[in-house]
């Protein structure tokens, strides 16, 4: 068969392309500490291993979510286009851009996971969770907490008017002696 320069073209491509690490599925196999994990990655349908990979956090100077890290998490590992080398030691000056997509200018990502993996979320406009049972909900106006043992630490905590504690409204509530917090007793 007769073959043109487009089709030589497209070979050369996919070559490359075959070649070229860009973003891989990935494992966590250990957790080294919270910016920095051993991760299994597959590629072209072999494990690989990589270590001591930076992670890639939600954090901004003024605020950061911190999500757990243990082994078995998925995630997918992102090969950067230049050396990072100097940008991760804080050098943003100049970098020398030795490398290109390269297994150590690597970062982890948290939260790519199989289909049959993956959490069925709550409806909501943030909702924050763990497998075990506790939950911050934000929808709207409102939001619910929801968890075994609830905590509220804080130099001044305000909860309105209508605080209910056990369903019955604080505020309103009485003592068993008919006197009205003497001599002091707990909430019926």
């Not at 349908?45 to 979510?65: C, F, R, S």
């Amino acid at each position: 068969m007769d073959k043109n320069c487009n089709d030589s073209i497209e070979k050369v491509l996919m070559g490359f392309s075959a070649y070229t690490l860009v973003e891989k599925p990935c494992k966590v196999v250990n957790v080294n500490s919270q910016y920095s994990v051993d991760i299994e990655y597959y590629d072209n349908g072999e494990k690989d291993m990589l270590y001591n990979v930076p992670v890639k956090h939600l954090q901004t100077k003024n605020a950061y979510i911190f999500l757990g890290l243990k082994p078995g998490d998925c995630g997918t590992v992102r090969f950067f286009d230049n050396d990072t080398e100097d940008y991760y030691e804080g050098k943003t000056s100049k970098n020398p851009e030795i490398r290109k997509h390269d297994i150590n200018d690597s970062v982890f990502s948290v939260g790519f996971y199989p289909r049959s993996e993956q959490y069925v979320f709550n409806d909501g406009d943030l909702v924050i969770a763990t497998n075990s049972g506790a939950l911050i909900n934000l929808t709207g106006g409102e939001i619910k907490i929801t968890g075994t043992n609830i905590t509220v630490t804080g130099s001044n905590v305000e909860l309105g008017e209508n605080t209910k504690i056990d369903g019955r409204i604080f505020l309103e509530h009485t003592h068993s002696n008919g006197n009205n917090g003497s001599p002091t007793g707990k909430v019926i």
